[in-house]
Every structure is written in C-alpha cells, then in structure tokens.
C-alpha cells in the first residue's frame, strides 16, 4: 500500500509531467530526495540564495530590506517564466555551495564552475563572461609585464582571481589576503602593486575610490564564465529548464542591459566606462 509520503511525491511527479513535458525526464524514485522541479511546481516557490552587500550583484536596501542588483532581476524573471513566487534566502558567497548540497536553495546566480565545485554541485551553461582585469596606478598591457617578481599582484585567497593569476602570472610575487577588501586596502596603502578583479568589481571599486588608479584589461584577454548553480542530481529537468530560460535571455538581448542597468543603478557607472573589448 502506497504510504502518504510517496503518495505526495509522485502526484507532485505527474503534476510536474503534464506542465512540462518536454523537460522532466523521471519521476523521483519511491524514497528518495525529491527532484528540485518537481519541488518547484509542487510548491509554486522558487529558492534562491542572495548575498548582502555584493553590488551590482546583490544588493540590499537596509531601509526596506528590499533585494535588488542583476542577480535578483534574472531571478525574478526566470520565477515568472516558471510562474512561480520568487523566496530569497541570505547566504554568503562561501555559504552558497552548501546551501545547494543541502538543498536550502534551488538555485545561486553569479558562480564560477570550479573542478571542485563541480564535484558537488551542477552548473548551468554560462549566464555571461567576466573579464579579469587589474587595478594599478601603472598601466599594464599585457600580463607578460606583471609575471615579474617585482610586482607584487594581490588577491583575495582561493577565489577565481587567484586561480587565474597563479597560472598566468607564475613569476610575480602574489599576495594572498582573506577578503577582496582586504586586498582593496593594500593596493591604497602601497603594499600590492595591483589588485586582480574581474571588470565588475573593479569598476565598483573605482567608484568608491578613484584614488586607487584605473582598471586595465591586459592582453591576452582572460575571462571566466558566470554561470547558475544548481543541486547535482541525477534528474537533469531543473538543469535544463534553467538553461533554456539562459539561452531566452540571451536570444532576447536581455543579458547585457540587465547587467549594465543594475552597475549605474547601484554602483554610479555608465555604460560608457566599460571598455569595449570586455565581454559580456
């Protein structure tokens, strides 16, 4: 005899088919996790992480407590392609793998798919591409004159930057700090002689303090991709619903408006202060 809890999971299973039959591929297995779409239509309620203070990204209002920033508005456009209300949870960007292992969320905009992340949590395909770029009082064109040991490039430990910048640049002396911030200040007071971000960052920063110098793209051109993160599991429908609702953006030319219209919004930077051979 079939018990409640199974009951449950497999009406929400079928609910789910008929919606989107061409997405949902299996129903969930008699006692086991319950499939992240088949959650989403059950429940009308789409998950997502936000972290406080990461704007253009994420931002939070702290008079209303409202959540804005590009991330939130691809959010709240792919909830209302799914028809679905849109609950946000905060959470770190450190925090936000776990949330997805733990299923607290159903989806984290605005992360990059490392080997290691990769083993615990799925991807999308890429939102966009984010250049790196440098901050430094000196103009730099290439990263072949940072690879020197007399430059010293800081970054934000075991973050992408970090990543990007000890494959690159094996040679210079690379200073690792806890926090981005904590790099930020090091370039101020003269201990770095760069800071390594990827180009929306570093036009944040720039706008809080110009003092710092300028962004520079050094050629060859670096990038990493901003993709969506999701649960890994081994039902593939939420993966390929996200997916689809990317490639609808981007046929759509949604992308690059939405990005450029929350970096003035919220950081004061024009669509023109972006150099035309960063991506996006």
């Known amino acids: ?54 704007a253009p990204y994420y931002n939070r209002d702290l008079a209303s407590g409202e959540w804005g920033g590009f991330m939130i508005d691809f959010a709240k456009s792919l909830a209302t392609s799914l028809n679905v209300k849109l609950e946000i949870t905060e959470t770190t960007w450190g925090n936000s793998v776990l949330d997805l292992q733990t299923r607290k969320i159903d989806v984290f905009f605005g992360m990059n798919p490392t080997p290691a992340r990769r083993e615990v949590i799925g991807f999308t395909e890429p939102l966009f591409q ?105 039902d593939k429908a939420w993966v390929e619903t996200v997916n689809k609702w990317i490639v609808a953006e981007r046929t759509a030319g949604k992308i690059k408006p939405t990005v450029l219209g929350n970096l003035q919004k919220l950081s004061g930077v024009k669509p023109e202060d972006v150099p035309p051979q960063i991506p996006l």
């Open 130 to 234: 984010n250049a790196f770029t440098i901050v430094s009082k000196k103009e730099y064109k290439t990263w072949a004159e940072l690879n020197k040991p007399e430059i010293k490039i800081g970054v934000d430990i075991g973050s992408s930057h970090d990543q990007m910048i000890s494959r690159v640049c094996p040679n210079a002396t690379i200073v690792r700090l806890e926090k981005a911030d904590d790099v930020t200040l090091a370039l101020q007071t003269g201990r770095i002689d760069a800071q390594v971000l990827v180009w929306l960052l570093s036009l944040n920063v720039l706008k809080k303090n110009p003092a710092l110098g300028k962004m520079y793209v050094p050629l060859p051109l670096e990038a990493t991709s901003t993709n969506i993160g999701v649960p890994k599991e081994d």
């Open 1 to 54: 005899m079939t018990n409640r809890r199974t009951f449950i999971a497999n009406v929400a299973g079928l609910a789910a088919v008929s919606v989107f039959p061409s997405v949902f591929a299996q129903a969930t297995a008699p006692g086991s996790t319950e499939a992240t779409f088949a959650r989403i239509q059950r429940t009308k309620t789409l998950r997502i992480g936000a972290v406080r203070g990461a």
